[in-house]
């Protein structure tokens, strides 16, 4: 095959950056196949436009389970050992657990995850664990055309960096080579993060996520027959001398709270009726020298 000229390789390298920029920047898989047409038309060679094989999604669609249930149980951590348990039966696993173990407050909330085949059932296997489900909330995410996008991107991808590195191999200067090189690393990267996001949608996919709450029940209260007075002699005498004395200690109780207000109220009560006592002294006084 003819090798390329230096600014070949370099025009190859500036019109593959350029579309990589372009697809990033519409952020969609149509986008995508317009980024290698350059090197495409440059390699002289005619190739299948990657992505064309449509999946059948009526029959098969990509669905994300999520779900929260909320239980009641007097033993929310004996219940959260079974949820553990029920997990590994049906080949979960469990990512978080949090407990709190103080009687009445007790409580307990876990983080489960179900293959998705088995997410109703494992649903109602937990439900049954407790005495009791309070609450329960399920969503679905569709995200058939979401994992299409993605595979369609990753094709494309993988068809462009088999391109970049047959131009490499072709390239006979330093400049075309660093040139193509960075260009390959740019792609590469781009492939490392679509594999990544693909991997975490499938996984998503096949495990569905179960938040499983347990609380225990609310104390009931205990009934207070409240008090139906003394049955006996004893009894009476009891309430008695408890009732004398609560009325002695109120007693002493205002009088402690009277005591430190006789000196002021003396003093009131000389200011006032000492000047009336004066003149009705003198004035009788006065009458005894007169008679």
């Known amino acids: 095959m003819k090798k390329l000229t230096i600014p070949t390789a370099i025009l190859l390298a500036a019109l593959a950056?350029?579309?990589?920029?372009?697809s990033a920047d519409t952020g969609g898989a149509q986008s995508e196949p317009n980024m290698d047409q350059a090197p495409t038309e440059l390699d002289g060679g005619g190739t299948d436009a990657p992505g064309e094989a449509q999946v059948d999604t009526a029959e098969q669609r990509d669905l994300i389970y999520?779900?929260?249930?909320e239980t009641s149980d007097p033993d929310p951590v004996g219940i959260a050992e079974q949820v553990w348990d029920t997990a590994d039966s049906y080949g979960g696993f469990v990512t978080a657990d949090q407990r709190q173990d103080r009687g009445d407050q007790s409580w307990a909330e876990?983080?489960?995850?179900?293959?998705s085949e088995h997410f109703g059932e494992a649903m109602d296997e937990l439900s049954g664990l407790a005495e009791s489900e309070t609450d329960r909330a399920i969503?679905?995410?569709?995200v058939t055309g979401q994992a299409v996008d993605i595979?369609?991107?990753?094709?494309t991808k993988s068809a462009s960096l088999e391109r970049v590195r047959e131009l490499l191999d072709e390239a006979?200067?330093?400049?075309a080579i660093l040139d193509l090189e960075a260009e390959l690393a740019d792609r590469e990267a781009e492939l490392a993060t679509l594999e990544s996001q693909l991997a975490d949608l499938e996984e998503r996919i096949a495990y569905s996520t179960i938040v499983y709450t347990v609380t225990a029940p609310d104390a009931a209260p205990s009934e207070d027959p409240g008090y139906t007075?003394?049955?006996?002699?004893?009894?009476g005498l009891g309430a008695g001398w408890s009732g004398a004395v609560g009325v002695l200690l109120a007693i002493s109780v205002g009088l402690g709270l009277l005591l430190p207000f006789v000196p002021l109220l003396a003093l009131a009560l000389a200011a006032v009726f000492g000047p009336i006592w004066y003149v009705r002294r003198r004035r009788g006084a006065a009458a005894r020298q007169g008679s």
């Open 151 to 155: 595979e369609d991107r990753i094709s």
């Open 110 to 115: 876990l983080t489960v995850r179900i293959p």
């Open 229 to 235: 007075g003394p049955e006996n002699f004893v009894e």
């Open 66 to 69: 999520t779900a929260e249930l």
């Open 139 to 142: 969503s679905t995410e569709d």
């Open 17 to 22: 950056a350029t579309a990589c920029s372009d």
């Open 172 to 175: 006979d200067s330093v400049a």
